[in-house]
């Protein structure tokens, strides 16, 4: 179904138009992740420095603040890929102000006739504005009808704050775009919906976040101790324009839940925190809107696509989809439909990653995070959920893992060496909450095997006993 929309929509574009962009597509297909992200006192870190240049692995304790580090990079491409968005909110938002003013302003004093009203309220509304796309006819329109239509008492100053109030909206329209206002606003937005403002380590007076790509700085970001954001740079375009947070597949329990939850995002000035709507955080609303809606994508690869289902399928027996009727998740065994509710966790994770793929959300301008995403498996399906990691980052997809099981380390290494990524491939340690730029497993192995020493001691002393 989703082949033949696209087939569709192909035959009624521009086919030189699609050939270049598809040929830009080719051009970068294979061509490897190669971007470095620098965190300083920012949350559980005191300092980390993360490859990303392909599949990331970061291995570590609890509490060492691995997830920090996929929370940020998913606040950062977010914010990025939103800011012009942000900008226009924010001067819909002013004009918007400006317009019901000279609204009421016109209502109360101007004593338009009433069949007028109608001409003037509509013309003084967001939408008109946002229909015309020359700025100045418009302005001009506002001046004409307003002369024509009101009649304002002598000796009033209604006339002239009517002016004072059109030459507002003037300035306003023709206001420039402020790029690193609007990042840093984008940032602040995105930052409080994850991390309820507080993303400066605690008592700490300052943090930094830097991204690079290879040795150019694309985004150089201070925190001071007020939780400002700050931009140190004329930031750089991105090559990711999209990241997926997973943290646990439990999510598929909830649509009733969040399919009416807002998130910091929606909170604005025009729109307040609403009572009794629910609040969560940015990366899990996203991944809920994800998991039901289609993004269309020309960077699919139909082989990579088809392989991959296939073997979740394999893995679990069966797919599972959003049924729109029902408005919620069903698992989808032979001919038996499983409520949601009633299926296992271990079949939701490698669902959650079918549902990205059939969605369109899985592809390589798009970094997918997993935050220890062994927790709802067994070892045995921890090493298939590590086999489909690896085949992702094959196929040149971008993956960040984060992971304290010596089983999925293990998995994700040897499947790395299989499949030929281990050029693209890093492991890197979370320890005192500090992360160092080298792969060093013989160390990940020490500090996550330690619970089977315990067990060879307890053996040992048990021996020994007898």
Same mark, same amino acid.
């Given at each position: 179904?989703?082949?033949?929309?696209v087939?569709?929509?192909?035959?009624?574009?521009d086919?030189?138009?699609?050939?270049?962009?598809?040929?830009?597509?080719?051009?970068?297909k294979?061509?490897?992740?190669?971007?470095?992200?620098?965190?300083?006192?920012?949350?559980m870190?005191?300092?980390?420095?993360?490859?990303?240049?392909?599949?990331?692995?970061i291995?570590?304790?609890?509490?060492?603040?691995?997830?920090?580090?996929?929370?940020?990079?998913?606040?950062?491409i977010?914010?990025i890929?939103?800011?012009?968005?942000?900008?226009?909110e924010?001067?819909?938002?002013?004009?918007?102000?400006?317009?019901?003013?000279?609204?009421f302003?016109?209502?109360?004093?101007?004593?338009?006739?009433?069949?007028?009203?109608?001409?003037?309220?509509?013309?003084?509304?967001?939408?008109?504005?946002?229909?015309?796309k020359?700025?100045?006819?418009?302005i001009?329109?506002?001046h004409?009808?307003?002369?024509?239509?009101?009649?304002?008492?002598?000796?009033?100053?209604?006339?002239?704050?009517?002016?004072?109030?059109?030459h507002?909206?003037?300035?306003?329209?023709?206001?420039?775009?402020?790029?690193?206002?609007?990042?840093?606003n984008?940032?602040? @937005?995105?930052?409080?919906?994850?991390?309820d403002? /507080?993303?400066? &380590?605690?008592? *700490?007076?300052? #943090?930094? %976040?830097? =991204?690079?790509?290879?040795?150019?700085?694309?985004?150089?970001?201070?925190?001071d101790?007020?939780?400002?954001?700050?931009?140190?740079?004329?930031?750089?375009?991105?090559?990711?324009?999209?990241?997926?947070?997973?943290?646990?597949?439990?999510?598929?329990?909830?649509?009733?839940?969040?399919?009416?939850?807002?998130?910091?995002?929606?909170?604005?000035?025009?729109?307040?925190?609403?009572?009794?709507?629910?609040?969560?955080?940015?990366?899990?609303?996203?991944?809920f809107?994800?998991?039901?809606?289609?993004?269309?994508?020309?960077?699919?690869?139909?082989l990579?696509?088809?392989?991959?289902?296939?073997?979740?399928?394999?893995?679990?027996?069966?797919?599972?989809?959003?049924?729109?009727?029902?408005?919620?998740?069903v698992?989808? @065994?032979?001919?038996?439909?499983?409520?949601?509710? /009633?299926?296992? &966790?271990?079949? *939701?994770?490698? #669902?959650? %990653?079918? =549902?990205?793929?059939?969605?369109?959300?899985?592809?390589?301008?798009?970094i997918?995070?997993?935050?220890?995403?062994?927790?709802?498996?067994?070892?045995?399906?921890?090493v298939e959920?590590?086999?489909?990691?690896s085949?992702?980052?094959?196929?040149?997809?971008?993956?960040?893992?984060?992971?304290?099981?010596?089983?999925?380390?293990?998995?994700?290494?040897?499947?790395?060496d299989?499949?030929d990524?281990?050029?693209?491939?890093?492991f890197?340690?979370?320890?005192g909450?500090?992360?160092e730029?080298?792969?060093?497993?013989?160390?990940?192995?020490k500090?996550?095997?330690?619970?089977?020493?315990?067990?060879?001691?307890?053996?040992?002393k048990?021996?020994?006993?007898?």
């Open positions: 179904m989703v082949r033949q929309i087939s569709l929509w192909f035959e009624s574009c086919f030189e138009l699609i050939k270049v962009f598809l040929d830009t597509i080719l051009k970068n294979g061509k490897q992740l190669n971007m470095r992200l620098e965190l300083e006192n920012i949350g870190l005191k300092k980390a420095d993360v490859s990303l240049n392909g599949l990331t692995v291995a570590g304790e609890n509490d060492t603040g691995k997830s920090t580090v996929g929370k940020i990079l998913f606040c950062i977010k914010a890929s939103r800011y012009k968005e942000d900008f226009q924010s001067k819909e938002y002013k004009i918007n102000n400006i317009l019901e003013r000279l609204f302003l016109i209502r109360k004093h101007g004593n338009i006739e009433e069949h007028n009203m109608d001409t003037l309220d509509n013309l003084l509304s967001l939408d008109y504005y946002n229909s015309r020359n700025s100045k006819q418009y001009d329109a506002i004409k009808n307003i002369e024509q239509y009101t009649k304002f008492s002598n000796n009033t100053t209604e006339p002239s704050l009517v002016n004072i109030l059109i507002k909206l003037e300035d306003i329209i023709s206001q420039p775009e402020n790029k690193q206002k609007s990042i840093e984008a940032l602040t @937005k995105v930052f409080r919906s994850e991390f403002a /507080n993303i400066l &380590s605690h008592h *700490k007076k300052a #943090g930094y %976040i830097k =991204l690079y790509e290879n040795d150019l700085l694309l985004l150089d970001v201070k925190i101790n007020n939780n400002n954001v700050l931009l140190q740079n004329d930031a750089e375009p991105i090559e990711l324009n999209e990241a997926t947070f997973i943290e646990t597949p439990l999510i598929l329990n909830s649509h009733d839940l969040l399919i009416r939850s807002q998130t910091g995002l929606d909170i604005t000035k025009r729109r307040s925190r609403i009572l009794g709507v629910p609040y969560t955080t940015l990366h899990t609303k996203d991944l809107d994800k998991l039901k809606l289609y993004n269309f994508s020309f960077d699919f690869d139909e990579f696509e088809s392989d991959i289902i296939h073997d979740i399928s394999n893995i679990i027996g069966g797919e599972i989809i959003y049924d729109v009727e029902e408005k919620d998740f698992y989808i @065994k032979s001919d038996h439909r499983v409520p949601i509710k /009633n299926t296992a &966790s271990g079949i *939701k994770s490698f #669902g959650l %990653i079918q =549902l990205l793929i059939d969605n369109g959300f899985v592809n390589r301008t798009s997918v995070i997993l935050d220890e995403p062994e927790i709802h498996l067994h070892p045995k399906w921890q959920y590590a086999k489909i990691i085949i992702l980052a094959k196929y040149d997809i971008p993956i960040l893992v984060t992971s304290h099981s010596p089983y999925m380390i293990e998995a994700l290494k040897r499947y790395s299989k499949y990524i281990e050029h693209k491939t890093s890197q340690l979370a320890v909450n500090t992360i730029n080298k792969t060093n497993l013989t160390e990940i192995f500090i996550l095997s330690e619970p089977f020493e315990t067990f060879r001691q307890m053996d040992a048990e021996l020994a006993d007898d």
